[in-house]
Antibody
Framework: EVQLLESGGGLVQPGGSLRLSCAAS????????MNWVRQAPGKGLEWVSG????????YYADSVKGRFTISRDNSKNTLSLQMNSLRAEDTAVYYC??????????????WGQGTLVTVSS | EIVLTQSPGTLSLSPGERATLSCRAS???????LAWYQQKRGQAPRLLIY???SRATGIPDRFSGSGSGTDFTLTISRLEPEDFAVYYC?????????FGQGAQLEIK
């Protein structure tokens, strides 16, 4: 059974930083790309970032490019998202999502339960 | 980027009825790479359909997807109480991957 468990969310001031993590199990982690998808309160879904199975390729939405960094540790089956220069509009539930392929260009096959990030003073 | 527009925004139906949700793309979706997700209140999204018409693992056959190019449809043949939720379409034919704004399916 695929399981994705996010952690690291919380309250942070504008301009601050936060690091999210996702622990994966139930599949061969390095065979699949992984992603972060977010959902602002009461709003729709927005893809944020993706990383290939090997970790060699990374992808970002324009809204976070230059501020967020995605990474993975295939030896520990973990996915991370380093978020810097946070803004109020980054407030959202952040979901870890398993891609359907090795490259980060497909659909989101499995999702974690999400972790809430609140950016506010 | 491809903009996906879902309609109607809210659909009110009764259990046992047929639901039809639409997703229209601002340009043709390459290879009909269109997915549908269901999200219940307080839960993560769940994959229902991929490649426009292929059901994901464990999804009941009352859920079906159709369409091509710019127009896609999710049909739920006979609504069960647990089907009332928000539904999102998503395209993965052209980067960046984008979602529709969502469609609320509510009990009448």
């Amino acid at each position: 059974e695929v399981q994705l468990l996010e952690s690291g969310g919380g309250l942070v001031q504008p301009g601050g930083s936060l690091r999210l993590s996702c622990a994966a199990s139930g599949f061969t982690f390095n065979d699949y790309a992984m992603n972060w998808v977010r959902q602002a309160p009461g709003k729709g879904l927005e893809w944020v970032s993706g990383i290939s199975g090997s970790g060699d390729s990374t992808y970002y939405a324009d809204s976070v490019k230059g501020r967020f960094t995605i990474s993975r540790d295939n030896s520990k089956n973990t996915l991370s998202l380093q978020m810097n220069s946070l803004r109020a509009e980054d407030t959202a539930v952040y979901y870890c999502a398993k891609d359907a392929a090795r490259s980060s260009v497909y659909f989101f096959e499995y999702w974690g339960q999400g972790t809430l990030v609140t950016v506010s003073s | 980027e491809i903009v996906l527009t879902q309609s109607p925004g809210t659909l009110s139906l009764s259990p046992g009825e047929r639901a039809t949700l639409s997703c229209r793309a601002s340009q043709s979706v390459r290879n009909n790479y269109l997915a549908w997700y269901q999200q219940k209140r307080g839960q993560a999204p769940r994959l229902l359909i991929y490649a426009a018409s292929s059901r994901a693992t464990g999804i009941p056959d009352r859920f079906s997807g159709s369409g091509s190019g710019t127009d896609f449809t999710l049909t739920i043949s006979r609504l069960e109480p647990e089907d009332f939720a928000v539904y999102y379409c998503q395209q993965y034919g052209s980067p960046p991957r984008t979602f529709g704004q969502g469609a609320q399916l509510e009990i009448k």
